[in-house]
Structures are given as C-alpha cells and as structure tokens.
C-alpha cells in the first residue's frame, strides 16, 4: 500500500464506459418531517438514467401525474400534490398532521397503475443542536493541471460543525443538511437600484453527512457538516438541519456516503447496490431506488463574516455592476434582507 | 568403518596364504538335495557333513532360498551355484576353510574368475538397504531434497528434512550419483553386499549466490512420487526470478506457480485454486503465521536468506496437515553452518539485510541469526502529494535459529521469529501490526525405520490502527494469541510401506478488538469487544502403499475436532426472520472454559498413483479439509487489520473437498517434465457478507455474515524445464471459482440466490519464468504474466437522492475489469567465480513490468458536483516500468 500510494498519484486514469440499462427504474427520494414546513415534507420521483460516462449531462426524466400519499400506523391518510410539471410531490400545510412515535409509509400509484409503497418508517426524536462552530481552514488536494502534471492545490474555506449532545439512550442515528445564504454588493454608479443582495444557495452539501453514537453514545460531539466557500468577503449565513433517523435510513445514507467517498483503493469495499425500503407491490421483482426517510428536524444556524478573513487567495474580488437583483451570476437572489443579516 | 575393516582382514588373510589352494578339497564331492531352504540352513549342513568352516556375514544370506540337487557334484562348484543367487563368492582359504566373499570383494582378487560388473536388470533376490545422509562439506548443513540416484537402476531418492535418505535395492555394484542445488555433483562407486550407510559431502560450486542446477527433486520425481498439486521451490528457484525493486521474494514466486492467484498488485495473501487468502496454511518453521506480508503485501515475511525450502500444498494435502481448506505452505528455515562463521547480506532500495551464521559447538551445533529492515520513508519524500510526503512505514523482522544435534539419534532445534509493521497514512492514521513465533522440535531416531519428532510453537499475532486527529483520536488494538503442540511418528517397516501417525492440538485466543479514546478531548467511548477462545485438536494416520513398481496407493484419515470455550455470551437470533441485532431473542451466558459449541470432522485424504511408463504416470486424489478459524473481510484485499473469528454456534466451520487427476510426463532424460492436472472442489459454509457490512467492532457481527457455499475447478497444464543454460517453466490454468449465497429471506441472498463469480475468479492465467545463463557470472532472467481481469460490480445507472447524484450498480461481480499482463526482467552479475571464495558477491538489476503497462487494480467512480455523471476511474497500483538495484554478499571465514 505504501508503494500503492507512491505510484498511485500516476496511475489513477479516467476511462470511458458505457453501460446501459435495460429498464429504468423509479428513483424516490424524499421524506416528511415533524415539522409542518412544505420545503421539507416533499417526495421527488423521477427515473434512473443509463450510466454513460462518455456523455457527462444526466438527462432526468421526471415521474408525472403519479398518486401519492403518506400513511401512518394508525390509518390516518395524508395526500402529497404535484406542484406543476416538476415530479415534485408536497405535503401541504393544510393537511399535515406528522407526530413522534408514529411510523409512515409511502404510497405511490403511477399513472400507468404500477403500485410501490415503502417499509413504515419511524419518527424518532433528535435532540438539540447545542451550538455552531466553525474555523477558517486550509484545504490541500492534489489535482491534475491541464498537462497533466499533479500538481497541488490550495484553497481555503470555512469547516462549520455542529455541537451535538447525544442522548444517554443508545441507538440514535443522525443525518445533516445545509443551507447557504450569502450577502453580494453589485457597484450600480448613481443608478438607484438595488446594490445590497442575498443568494440562497440551497444545500450546499456535497456529501451525504450522516452519524450515529455507536462509538460515542450519551457524550457531546462535534460534527463537521459542511465547508462554506471564502470566495468573496461577504457575511454567510449557514443553515445546518439535524434529522433523525431510524438504524435502517442510517444505513442508507451511510452506504450512499461510503459510494461518494471510495476511491477504489485496495482497502475499500467492493462497490454494491444500495438497497433502500421501497418496493413494487405490483412486481416484487422490480428494482425501487431511494428510500422515504421520517424524520425529527431541529434546524440553528450561524452567520460567518468573512470579511474579517479576507483577502483569499486567488483572483481579487471585483464587484459586479447593475442592478444586484439582475447579475445572473447566483441563484435565488432576493433584495429583501434575511433573517440573521 | 567396521566393514572395511572386515575386507582389510580378508585382504590379509587371502595375501598370507593366497597361493595354498589346498587341491584336496577339490576333490570333495557333494551330494545333497535341498527344496526351498534357507542359505544359512545349506551351509550349516555342509559344515556338519564335509568337516567344513565357512566364515561369512549373515546378513549376507539373509533371505535367500536355496532349492539344489547335487549328485557327486565338485564341492567347488556346488559352492559357486549355492552362492550365485546371493551374488556372493568364495575363497578356499585351506581345505577346511571356505571363506564367503561378496562379488565385489571378490574381484579385488580373483577378477578373472567373477564378473566384477553389477549386471542391471540381472536382480539378486537379496535386497539391500544403502543409508546415509548428504551434507555441504564446508558447513556441515545437512541437504534437504539431494537428489541420490543408481545410475544403473535408474532409481532414486530425496533427502529428506535431515539429509537423510535410504535406498532399498538389489545387492550388487553400482555408481552413486549424488546432486544438490549449488554443489558440485558428487559421482562414486559403490558396492552394496550388504546394507550399509553411506555419509556424502557436497563442495559448493563457485557462483554460489546462484546456482545452476535447478531441481530440489529427483529428476523423475514429478512422474514417480506420489505427490500432486504439489509444488517445491529451493530458494535458489526463488532468487532467479526477477524481482520487485530488488527484493526477492517467496510469495512472488509462489504466485507464479498455477493455480496460485492474487487480487492484484499490493494485496496481500494468496489465493489458491479458488479459495480465500485465509485458507492457506502458511507455516515457517511449523509455526503458522496469521500475516504472510510486510508493507501491504510489498514484501513477504519470510526473509529469503533465511529460507531453505518452499514447499505449497494445492491439492494432495497429507493427513498430517490440516485446519485451512485451501493450500499449506510450508517454508523451513536454513539451519546455521556447521563448520565455519559465515555473514551474509543484501543492501536495496527499500530495505536491507544481514545475516550470521556460525558454529556453536563444530559440526554438532550451529546458529543463524537474521534481520531485515525497510526504510520506505525515503522514497516517500518525492511524492508531490503533502499527506504522502507526510506519510511514513517501516518494518523490520528477525530470525533466529539454533541447531543441535545431540546425538546421532537426537537432534533438537530452536526457531524464533520476530517482525513489526507500521505504516502511517498522512499525519493522522497509523497502522501497526507485528508476528512473534517460537518453535522448539525434538527428532528422535528409534532406529532406521522409525523416526519421531515433537514441535511446540507458541505465537502472538498483534494488530491495531491509531488515529491522532482531536475529537476522534483513538487507538484500536486486536490480537491473537496461540499455542500448538504435535508429535509425529513414521514408520517405514519396509520400501513398499510408509506409515505416519500424529496428534495435535492448538489452543487460540482472539481479542478482536479494543478501541481506547486517544486523549481526554476525544469523544469516543471505550469499546471492548469480548476474547474468544477455542481448542482445535487432531488425530491422524496415514499410510503410503507401494503395490508394485506401476502401483503405489496413499490414504489418510485425519479426525479434527474443535471447542469454542468460554467465557462468553452467544446471541440467539430468531429463525423465522433474517439475522439483525433486532431479531435477537435469547442471550446465552457461558462460564470460563465452559465449552460453548463442538465440532468434528473426518478429514479422509487419499491418492493413487498408476505408472503407465518409464517416465510418464497418471495420479488421483481427494482429499476434505476443515478450517475453525476465519478471517473476517469484506474488502477488496485483505487489510492487515481484518480481524480474525473462530467458529460459534452462529459461524459454521468451514468445509473443503477436493478432486484431482492429474497425468505427468518427463522427456529428454527427465530434463523436461510435463503435466497436466484437473480438479474440482466443492466449498462449505464459506463466510459471506451482506452488502456494505460493517465488520469492525460490531458486536452482533455473526448477524452481517452469511453462510456461502462455493465451487471451483480447472485444468493446470504445466512445462518445466531442468538443465544447466536454460531454465524455467511455462504453465497455463484454466480456473473458475465461483459462490453461491441462497438464504431463506431475500436479505440472506447475493444476486438471487445465483452463483457468482468470487473476487478473485480469473479464468486464464498464463505465467512463463525463464532464466538464460548467458555466461558463468552473468544470468538473465525474464517473467511474463498474464490473467484475465478479476470480476468487479459494475454502475448500471444513476438517479438523484436528495439532490446528490447517487449510482445503481449490477449484481455482485457481474462485469471484469481490463486483463492483467507485465514482463519483468532481470540480470544478474556474479563477483566470482573461484571454488568456495571467501568473499562473494553479487550484483542484481531488475525492472518490474518492462513495458510500463497500467494494469488496473480496480475500477471506481468518482461522482462530480453539478449533474455530471461520475467519472470512471482505473486504479493501477503500479503504473510504470519500476527499475531496482540490488548488492548481495556472502563473506565466510
């Protein structure tokens, strides 16, 4: 392994395959929460695309016009809506009635009569987050330039964690997500528009983060969740949700983790299918991909200002001009100040 | 000495009174008429009824019948016809005096009147044994494999562990030819009237860090013995095939061998004819190791200046050995040099070694100490990535041997064996892990037929990784401890049987793990997984059966029998649902040394061997083994730190039959040996997993394994050349090795229920080792290799979880990554060639896979961020030509 290292740095070569799949199969991914919030209660559906490295857009064919509900274990029915054409199906607030303790399960119905459902899911309880923290870091990888010579490179970033105390009792099992909101400045002359705006990245995760207290249950812990990116000198407003989740959705997520994180060394496991917990009721034989989660959320979040960290290395940061509500270089761009700024 | 003395008298007696040939006993007639008795009863009676003294050795006509008639027959020449079966003759030393003289005795003198030739083909009915041992004249070792043939009879022998070899043959004359790797052939004239031993002493030839000769074996002993899937490599063989960055290697070499396959480049372990790396039996000295590679599989434990003999078990495994189902590899340490203090050594890029070896008391007891030592670190240095420049490894080992030979029936010897690994993955994770043996064995002869010898080993294999970045600093320490004790007996009643008889018994404790938080600010809990502890003992007999020169039969019985002791808890998992940590329903409590689950096997071993022809035979075998312990590993190749599980109610052992047939065939004088061998063997309740299992520290660890099932076969055609410019083998092996896991729930299965492929199924192998003396000092060696690409899970299609791009991949094992193939090259300058130097040396220069093929180790998928599909990937281990240098020495007083 040692020599593996040495030489490994040449001898990782990107190649092209193609593999295609006879049958999609139906991707679920979504969940609801205890929260009555309909940007968390969602399930999106859409169908696998065939694995093709060679043409590196994936094409994601959205499942339309389906039937979806959620149902817990004492009968109770809650139906999910598609919002447009988007494959997205919502809990609307009107109708959400989610309660600890209780375990839900997913109904769908295609358009085509196909039936899936999943396993029932629990709603544990998650404690509170304690605390956010986050420490200015310096980032080394090791990338091929543009001849093809390893070459290192340096960034830097912000490593936010999250402050947790694990309850005494065993068997808790967590996941986090994020979100990431940012302050721009747009140099607009003597015009009197908007200069001051605020982008909200969504997730800005790029890994699944998910943990459970098998090794360290009943103490305090500190997860690092995310990396926010010191690129312009702005205040940044970091989100962490903290879900909670059964032994099995852990399992999920940690294999959905471990696929992310391989790199095919001869100490990592072989790569597998991940199994989720749904199935076809129409077609035991069918392959289902995704999982339903159920889960507690608490949410905290911090605000960086990374002004005090500035300059980054890299190009100096200059500031775009016009109205900042039109620059067209970040997503959900608002004028209208967010909490925390 | 007694017998020479014996001719010496004679001789003087015969020169005394030579010329007195008394003519009065030559007109005494016989007349006498003998059916089917003894010699000895014949010459009684002509002793009682002619006033007769005949003076001869008994165990001259020993055996030998008589049935005669004579009527007024000269006494002379009824003597000369009683005595031509027994191949003796006579000597009328006065008219009472009849003096018996073997043939060759006889024609010292009378040379004119008794052939003075051995006739081949002309048997005697009087069989004889010839005995002796063959050692190096200069050290005094003894010569383990010698080969000692009659020339006339085209019979032979290996010396065995000792040196020893016996020769069981008709009385006659006969030239002796005695060869060993290394030596100077040693070719002598004997006489064999009577059984007698014989010491040989072999003089080095003088390029002695490589020799020429290559076989350890008789040159028809592929075609004669008894033996398949047997193969025995002298580390001579070892030292010619190039090498990696200079080092030889004893595993390397074992791979090249058929049958034998490695997951890839960097994995430790072995994988033979379609078992797992924990099923071979790896033994040095008998002291079995649990870790058979330095540095990640890099280097071999066995030191090679250390090493006397290879020998790999793939099929045919005596009764003797047992306790994995795969293979047994065997590697006997060196023993000191009686004679002189000798220091050798080798000084490589990565690593160096020295060894000592001198007399303790002259040619009756001898020691050998070695080191070896790696400094990869230096290398490291030039790697352009930080956490591998901050990267750091290390291993050392000793050897250290002592023996005794107490007295010509008893010899004792001492072997020890230490090593320590470490390795340290950018500045946070280290991995260590280190091998203790000792083994101390008593030979005992009770007399020429019968031999025994006890072996105790005791051993301590240790493991463990430590982190050191806050709050998730820890160590995590494993171990397994073991104690073996075996007495062996063999008993050669006669040339046609071999009997074997032996017991014994191993004790082990495993600790698989315990996990201590590396500071206060760490937020890991302490973890002690429990100790497991079992017994594994044995009985075995076997019997080795010459039914006639064409037919020879071998059959064993080997009878394990195993306890998993306490104390401990057992989980009792509900068989109506899958095994979970939730489906638990009963915890069953053990007290210490209760015994919490038995198990036995039968282990029946056999094999037959027809002779179609001089030099070509067709052999069968079966064997069943049975293997208690397993080795606990989901991942691509073993890491060091897998852990290891001994047999429970929940974990089956596991079970192995086998069949062969297999046809040899030697040409040209035996310096061509041809084979072809077959086999197919069915595996039991091999040890599975569940698809991304977590192995370490997991509590209800029997409920993430599954109980396979497995199957494997193929065709090992082999060439291998003996001779003295040209040398080596080109073998060829046709396998399949393929698992099957069908529980009752669909959570018990892999692929359906469906045989598929194992890790390390490659079909096609083709492997040639060919080494050229290009001059006395120079030598080039050259090693191809070829083997379909292992069997891997391929992506068959991605969807999007939570805004993460997430990979479907196909069945178990259901695609293959790109074939392997490399040449590597070697050449090798001797320093000198004068006859037992006291300095030599020698240079190596070695390049690993010439043509800089980037053989891929795996193959594996990188997503990108932003909707791309993830990039495939081909790992390859080594991707480039890698060229070495390596300076040996030997300096001997």
């Given at each position: 392994m040692l020599l593996a290292v040495v030489l490994l740095q040449a001898c990782v070569d990107p190649f092209e395959l193609q593999t295609g799949e006879v049958q999609q199969s139906l991707v679920v991914s979504g969940m609801i929460t205890d929260q009555n919030n309909p940007e968390l209660n969602k399930v999106a559906l859409t169908w696998t695309a065939p694995f093709d490295s060679e043409n590196q857009q994936v094409i994601v064919e959205r499942v339309h016009n389906a039937t979806v509900t959620v149902q817990d274990n004492l009968g109770n029915s809650m139906p999910l809506y598609e919002e447009g054409r988007t494959g997205v199906y919502t809990l609307q607030e009107s109708d959400f009635q989610v309660e600890h303790g209780r375990s839900y399960t997913l109904h769908i119905t295609l358009p085509d009569g196909r039936e899936y459902a999943s396993r029932p899911e629990a709603v544990r309880p998650?404690?509170?987050?304690?605390?956010?923290?986050?420490?200015?870091?310096?980032?080394?990888?090791?990338?091929?330039?543009?001849?093809?010579v390893l070459i290192e490179r340096r960034s830097v970033g912000f490593e936010v964690k999250a402050q947790v105390q694990d309850p005494p009792e065993r068997g808790n099992f967590y996941r986090w997500d994020t979100e990431g909101v940012f302050e721009f400045y747009t140099n607009t002359g003597d015009v009197p528009v908007p200069s001051v705006c605020w982008a909200n990245m969504g997730s800005i995760n790029t890994k699944v983060v998910a943990n459970n207290d098998r090794l360290f249950?009943?103490?305090?812990?500190?997860?690092?969740?995310?990396v926010v990116p010191a690129d312009i000198p702005t205040k940044y407003r970091i989100k962490i949700r903290q879900f909670s989740l059964t032994g099995e959705a852990y399992e999920f997520w940690r294999l959905f983790n471990e696929q992310q994180t391989s790199v095919g060394s001869i100490f990592d496991p072989p790569p597998a299918r991940i199994n989720g917990n749904m199935y076809s009721v129409t077609n035991p034989g069918e392959r289902v991909v995704g999982y339903f989660t159920a889960s507690a959320m608490v949410e905290d979040f911090i605000v960086i200002q990374r002004m005090f960290y500035a300059p980054f290395p890299g190009l100096p940061y200059e500031l775009p001009l016009g109205d900042c509500r039109y620059t067209f270089l970040y997503p959900n761009v608002t004028n209208v100040r967010p909490i925390g700024f | 000495m007694r017998r020479r003395y014996h001719y010496f008298l004679l001789a003087l007696l015969l020169l005394l009174s030579g010329h007195t040939w008394a003519?009065?006993?030559?007109?005494?007639?016989?007349?006498?008429?003998?059916?089917?008795?003894?010699?000895t009863a014949v010459l009684q009676d002509l002793q009682q009824k002619h006033r007769l003294r005949?003076?001869?050795?008994?165990?001259?006509?020993?055996?030998v019948q008589i049935t005669e008639n004579f009527s007024q027959e000269p006494l002379a020449s009824a003597i000369q016809k009683l005595l031509g079966k027994a191949r003796l003759s006579f000597v009328l030393y006065d008219d009472q005096t009849v003096v018996?003289?073997?043939?060759?005795?006889?024609?010292?003198?009378?040379?004119?009147?008794?052939?003075?030739?051995?006739?081949?083909?002309?048997?005697?009915?009087?069989?004889?044994?010839?005995?002796g041992q063959v050692r190096n004249a200069k050290t005094g070792e003894p010569f383990i494999g010698a080969t000692v043939l009659i020339l006339e009879l085209g019979k032979g022998t290996v010396a065995d562990e000792q040196g020893r070899y016996t020769l069981a043959v008709p009385a006659g004359n006969y030239t002796l030819r005695v060869r060993a790797i290394g030596m100077v052939e040693d070719q002598r004239r004997v006489s064999l009237q009577q059984s007698r031993t014989m010491q040989v002493e072999l003089f080095e030839v003088s390029n002695q860090l490589r020799e020429v000769e290559v076989s350890a074996k008789a040159p028809d002993h592929n075609v004669e013995s008894l033996e398949m899937g047997v193969a025995r490599l002298s580390i001579q063989e070892v030292r010619k095939m190039p090498n990696f960055l200079g080092e030889v290697d004893v595993l390397r070499s074992v791979i090249a061998l058929p049958g034998v396959t490695t997951v890839g480049e960097g994995a430790s372990g072995f994988n033979v004819r379609g078992g797992s790396i924990d099923q071979n039996l790896i033994l040095q000295d008998q002291a079995p190791l649990f870790s058979a590679s330095h540095l990640f599989g890099f280097f071999s434990v066995f030191n090679p200046d250390m090493v006397q003999d290879v020998t790999l078990y793939r099929g045919g495994i005596p009764a003797r050995y047992g306790g994995r189902i795969s293979s047994v590899l065997d590697v006997e340490l060196k023993e000191g040099n009686k004679k002189a203090p000798i220091l050798s050594g080798g000084i490589g890029l990565l690593a160096s070694r020295l060894m000592v070896e001198a007399p303790l008391l002259k040619d009756k007891a001898s020691f050998v100490l070695g080191a070896r030592g790696a400094y990869p670190g230096l290398a490291l240095r030039y790697v352009p990535d930080k956490s591998v420049r901050d990267s750091d490894g290390y291993f050392y080992d000793f050897n250290a041997k002592v023996d005794y030979t107490i007295s010509a029936k008893d010899q004792l010897m001492l072997s020890g064996y230490l090593s320590r690994d470490g390795f340290r993955f950018g500045a946070d994770t280290t991995y260590t892990w280190g091998t203790g043996t000792a083994t101390a064995r008593w030979n005992h002869t009770f007399s020429d037929k019968l031999l025994s010898s006890v072996t105790g080993v005791v051993g301590d294999y240790d493991y463990g990784v430590k982190a050191e970045t806050e709050p998730y600093s820890y160590t995590l320490d494993s171990?397994?401890?073991?104690?073996?004790?075996?007495?062996?007996?063999?008993?050669?009643?006669?040339?046609?049987?071999?009997?074997?008889?032996?017991?014994?018994?191993?004790?082990?404790?495993?600790?698989?793990?315990?996990?201590?938080?590396?500071?206060?600010q760490s937020s890991l809990l302490p973890v002690n997984m429990p100790h497991e502890r079992s017994i594994e003992a044995a009985l075995y007999l076997d019997h080795e059966y010459v039914l006639n020169p064409r037919i020879s039969i071998s059959y064993g019985l080997r009878y394990s029998s195993y306890y998993n002791l306490g104390p401990g808890d057992v989980y009792v998992y509900d068989p109506e649902s899958p095994r979970r940590e939730s489906s638990i329903i009963d915890t069953l409590s053990y007290s210490n040394g209760g015994v919490i689950q038995q198990y036995g096997n039968f282990e029946p071993r056999a094999s037959l061997k027809i002779s179609l022809s001089e030099n070509s035979s067709v052999k069968l075998g079966y064997n069943r083994m049975a293997q208690y312990i397993h080795l606990i590993s989901n991942t691509t190749a073993a890491s060091p730190v897998d852990i290891w599980k001994t047999s429970n109610p929940n974990l089956r052992p596991q079970l192995g039959d086998q069949v062969a047939l297999g046809f040899f065939k030697n040409l040209q004088d035996n310096t061509i040996e041809l084979s072809a061998e077959a086999y197919y063997k069915k595996l039991h309740d091999l040890v599975e997993y569940k698809d991304g299992a977590r192995l370490l520290l997991n509590s209800t660890l029997d409920a993430d394994l599954l109980p396979g099932e497995g199957k494997a076969y193929g065709?090992?055609?082999?060439?291998?050349?003996?001779?003295?410019?040209?040398?080596?083998?080109?073998?060829?092996?046709?396998?399949?090795?393929?698992?099957?896991?069908?529980?009752p729930t669909p959570e018990e299965r892999i692929n359906d229920g469906n045989f598929f492929p194992a890790n390390f199924d490659k079909p096609h192998d083709l492997t040639l080792v060919l080494n050229q003396q290009l001059s006395r000092l120079i030598s080039l060696s050259a090693n191809f290799t070829y083997s379909t690409g292992r069997p891997i899970t391929y992506p068959e299609s991605v969807g999007y979880i939570d805004g993460l791009l997430m990979v479907n991949y196909s069945d178990r094992n259901q695609h293959r990554i790109p074939d392997y193939h490399r040449l590597d090259l070697a050449f090798v300058i001797d320093g000198t060639n004068k006859r037992n130097a006291n300095w030599v040396s020698s240079w190596a220069f070695s390049v690993y896979n010439v043509y800089g093929r980037k053989n891929p180790y795996s193959v594996f998928f990188k997503p990108a961020y932003g909707g791309t599909i993830p990039q495939a990937y081909r790992l390859s281990v080594i991707g480039s030509a890698v060229p070495a240098i390596t300076y040996n020495f030997k300096i001997t007083r």
């Open positions: 998650v404690p509170a987050i304690q605390g956010i923290s986050y420490e200015f870091k310096q980032f080394v990888d090791v990338v091929r330039n543009s001849a093809g249950n009943g103490r305090y812990f500190e997860q690092p969740v995310v | 003519q009065s006993t030559e007109q005494r007639r016989i007349t006498a008429s003998y059916q089917n008795q003894p010699l005949v003076f001869y050795q008994p165990e001259w006509v020993e055996g018996l003289v073997p043939l060759s005795a006889a024609s010292v003198f009378r040379s004119d009147t008794v052939p003075s030739e051995a006739v081949p083909g002309q048997a005697s009915e009087r069989i004889v044994t010839l005995s171990e397994i401890k073991y104690k073996q004790i075996r007495a062996d007996l063999n008993f050669e009643p006669s040339a046609q049987h071999k009997l074997g008889l032996g017991a014994s018994s191993s004790w082990y404790q495993f600790s698989p793990g315990t996990l201590t938080p590396g500071s206060e065709l090992e055609l082999m060439m291998r050349r003996k001779g003295k410019k040209l040398t080596g083998w080109a073998s060829y092996t046709y396998s399949r090795s393929l698992r099957r896991v069908n529980g």
